[in-house]
Every structure is written in structure tokens, then in C-alpha cells.
């Protein structure tokens, strides 16, 4: 069974997963002027892009302990999956910014009121330079610091929930979980790797 998906994944090409990527966002937009995102489509659209851009980046964690733990290998997806994520997020704050705010000083003046903004523009920042980076190119330009560029993923989604939490309007069951799923996920890379045992010696007589 494992094989048999490993194998479906690798002949999975990447531009599959980023013509699905983009359908959310293009249903997202169809729904808001069609009535179906309810009396504030704006604020709907703004949620969902931020929530499902978050779970995106939590799969992407989820890929390194899936490999370990289940010799499940979706690691050709990684990158399309960071990209979408990055993607998601980004339209989540220029629905923010110019569908919500729309007005600079505005911006400004959210920015003072509500601290979880800073938070997310910080995740969005950090994410920016993966984006970028996420081709053939700079990873062989970049060579072993492309890798250590990367680690940041787990400051940004970390980020990503903690906005989450404040941005909610008392308690809410759900963010603290996505918080602590993606703690988790970071804390089972810290966890020590099994060594093969070493091959037994035969005793010759």
C-alpha cells in the first residue's frame, strides 16, 4: 500500500498541485460575488485564505515525520506545497490591506490596535525569501545555506498559530490546537534517529 502511493506521488507532476492551489482562492472569489460567503464575503475570504494557508504549511511539516514514521514519501510535493502555502497567505493580507483596510492610515492605525497583525506581516516576511528561493536555481547557487535558509519554516508557521490565537475573539478550542500540533511536529525533529544495528558477525567453526 505504501509503494503503491509512494509511486503515485512521484508521478504526480507539480503543476497538478498548483492548478489545484489555485482553484481555493478562484472558488473563494466566485463564492464572495455570488452570495454564497454570507454577508461579509470580505472578512470570510480573509479567514479561510489565512486558516487553509496555515494547515498548508502544517502538511509541509508534516512531510519529514510522515517519511520517518510511516516510510510514506511525499517529498516531491514539499516545495509546491510551500509555494501554495506562501501563496494563500499572501492574498490573505492584500485581502487585508485593500479589500478590508483599503485606506493607508487605516493600516496604519490597525496595525496599533491589533498586535496579532504584526505577527502575521512578521510570519509573511519570513516566508517571503522561501518563496523566492523555492527554484532549481538558487538552491544550487545557495548550495548547503539553502537548507539553513529553509529552517525558518518552523518560526513562520509557529508564528502563523500564535496570530491565529490572538486574532480570535475569545477562547476558541481550534487555534491552540493548530499551535500545539505544530510544536509538536517541530519538537518530533529533535527527536534522536534510530541507528541501524550492525550486521551480525557469523562465528566460523
Known sequence: MINSLNSFVRKTP???????????????????????????PVKAMEHALGKVGLQVLIAVLLITPLRRFTKLNVLSWRRALGVIAFFYILLH????????????????????????????????????PLALTS???????????????HKATYLAVALGGIHYIMQTKGFEYEPY????????????????????????????A
Open 177 to 204: 490546537i493548530y499551535l500545539v500540533v505544530v510544536l509538536g511536529l517541530i519538537a518530533i525533529r529533535k527527536l534522536p534517529k534510530k541507528r541501524a544495528a550492525p550486521p551480525v558477525k557469523r562465528q566460523t
Open 93 to 128: 493580507f492584500l485581502v487585508w490591506m485593500v479589500l478590508d483596510v483599503q485606506i493607508i492610515s487605516q493600516v496604519k492605525a490597525d496595525l496599533i490596535k491589533r498586535p496579532y497583525i504584526i505577527v502575521g506581516m512578521v510570519a509573511l516576511l519570513i516566508l517571503l
Open 14 to 40: 507539480n503543476w497538478l498541485l498548483y492548478l489545484i492551489g489555485a482553484a481555493y482562492p478562484t472558488w473563494l472569489l466566485y463564492a464572495g460575488f455570488t452570495g454564497g460567503l454570507g454577508v461579509d
Open 135 to 149: 527554484n532549481n536555481l538558487s538552491i544550487r547557487k545557495l548550495g548547503p545555506r539553502w537548507r539553513a535558509l
